[in-house]
């Protein structure tokens, strides 16, 4: 697959024969369909799946879901699937982050190959099914109210984050007593203003910068910029108008990707026709998109369109979109940078977070960086292990430190003074798992800063602060 070549195509035909030299394509997500909550249908799916993985086992090195799966495989009574309990197909799910990496960069037999595997979206399928049926997990999808939570927390966000703070024993305590929150699990912080107001203001393009008068684009900030990292945001900003970029922030409403995880479709899609038609206008007078995070920009470029397919709105925004380090790179390569950038003391490590890799354009947060001079950048290409929730409850978060242990030792290893990541969470949970192993072993290393990609580049231009540690 190329940049161009998305994965979000209807199946052609199946070739016949092993394996083929198509481009990888995904199947609509049928959620309008009745048939598609069909959980008996979906459990013969999953058993065709599974015993075509089990053959396979490519992907025992990915999430906790293969090896699960293949482990109740090889301890059943015969050694084969037909003798594993379907109940326990629900242990194979759980797991699962929906980080797309099987079908990115492991599975032999997705689309169009005649096997026609899709292993992210038939879990996608099943949890969907599963809530349809009453069995939502309600905690989780509280937790993934963003827009509501940011809202709530706003007047009160010193209060609020005080209270959600890890050095808080009692309450965070109590909140994994009633909510099954993991206490030991650092939760993002809140601010009284959102990215929205402190921007509301355009900043005014530098006249003399090399695209000044050729590109004009909207910041969809992403709930996190919005309410819990603004400096995002304001970086963004800041280096689109020293390129001579005009730029605004617009935030309709979250991408629903915390609603696509826990398998509530319909709310995923009413998002999706609501920000298609916001940003519609703009688009048609010639302004581009750019997401701020990684899994947004996921959802806008390939699983909307997937869910919407007539919606023209929704197609033309999947076109418009860009990731904010994807677009630097091509503005640079349209036109050059603006001058001024500086050497960033100590290196960045750049970990290419799963949903990044999942939209196929390569690693342009390190292309980025990179063009800052005299600076040491360094990529770590595994799963962080947080996949949204996931990394905070306390049912699952051991599973997500245990996969994302190998890709923070990895960071250690390069040993540069900032980490940085296309999915705040995902560098986030890293620095945790970094500043828990260092303070265990306080000689081994110190924890890196945390940061956006856009910040460091800001940085480089002298236009905002270097990150704190631990941010």
């Known amino acids: 697959m190329t940049d161009e070549t998305p994965p979000t195509k209807t199946a052609a035909p199946a070739p016949k024969g092993e394996g083929s030299l198509d481009a990888p394509m995904r199947h609509p997500i049928a959620w309008r369909d009745p048939a598609y909550y069909d959980l008996a249908a979906i459990e013969k799916e999953m058993e065709r799946v599974f015993d075509i993985c089990h053959g396979c086992r490519r992907c025992f090195n990915l999430c906790d879901s293969f090896p699960k799966l293949f482990d109740m495989i090889d301890e059943s009574p015969t050694g084969e699937l037909d003798s594993v309990p379907k109940e326990k197909y629900d242990e194979v799910a759980e797991a699962c982050t929906l980080c797309d990496m099987c079908f990115m960069t492991k599975c032999p037999y997705v689309p169009p190959h005649e096997f026609d595997l899709d292993f992210p979206h038939l879990i996608l399928r099943y949890r969907a099914a599963r809530r349809n049926a009453g069995d939502g997990k309600f905690i989780r999808e509280q937790l993934g109210e963003t827009d509501r939570n940011g809202k709530l927390a706003r007047p009160f966000a010193g209060l609020a984050n005080w209270a959600t703070a890890r050095e808080n024993t009692p309450l965070r305590a109590m909140l994994d007593a009633i909510a099954g929150v993991d206490k030991e699990a650092e939760l993002p912080k809140y601010v009284h203003r959102t990215a929205s107001e402190r921007l509301k203001t355009p900043i005014a393009p530098n006249p003399e910068g090399p695209a000044f008068g050729q590109r004009k684009v909207l910041i969809y900030?992403?709930?996190?910029?919005?309410?819990?990292?603004?400096?995002?945001?304001?970086?963004?900003?800041?280096?689109?108008?020293?390129?001579?970029?005009?730029?605004?922030?617009?935030?309709?409403?979250?991408?629903?990707?915390?609603?696509?995880?826990?398998?509530?479709?319909?709310?995923?899609?009413?998002?999706?026709?609501?920000?298609?038609?916001?940003?519609?206008?703009?688009?048609?007078?010639?302004?581009?998109?750019?997401?701020?995070?990684?899994s947004c920009g996921l959802m806008l470029k390939f699983e909307w369109p997937l869910m919407l397919p007539e919606n023209a709105a929704v197609q033309a925004l999947s076109k418009a979109t860009r990731d904010i380090s994807q677009y630097i790179v091509e503005l640079n390569k349209a036109y050059g940078l603006a001058p001024g950038l500086s050497a960033v003391s100590g290196g960045v490590t750049v970990h290419q977070a799963c949903h990044a890799r999942a939209q196929n354009m390569g690693a342009k947060s390190a292309e980025m960086l990179r063009l800052i001079p005299d600076t040491?950048?360094?990529?770590?290409?595994?799963?962080?292990?947080?996949?949204?929730t996931f990394g905070v409850m306390r049912k699952t978060r051991d599973m997500a430190v245990k996969v994302g242990k190998p890709a923070a030792r990895q960071v250690a290893q390069k040993a540069?003074?900032?980490?940085?990541?296309?999915?705040?969470?995902?560098c986030k949970h890293l620095g945790q798992i970094l500043a828990d192993e260092a303070g265990e072993k306080p000689d081994a290393f110190d924890a890196p800063r945390q940061a956006h990609p856009i910040e460091i580049l800001a940085q480089a231009y002298g236009l905002q602060e270097a990150p704190h540690a631990g941010r």
């Open 221 to 294: 900030s992403t709930c996190t910029s919005e309410y819990n990292a603004p400096e995002t945001a304001e970086a963004a900003m800041k280096v689109l108008a020293k390129q001579g970029v005009e730029s605004r922030v617009l935030y309709p409403e979250c991408c629903g990707m915390p609603q696509l995880e826990a398998g509530d479709l319909k709310t995923v899609a009413g998002r999706a026709e609501r920000v298609a038609a916001t940003f519609a206008p703009y688009i048609a007078d010639g302004w581009e998109v750019v997401a701020l995070t990684a």
């Open 376 to 388: 040491k950048v360094d990529v770590v290409e595994r799963c962080s292990g947080h996949g949204g």
């Open 416 to 426: 540069n003074g900032t980490v940085c990541s296309d999915c705040p969470l995902a």
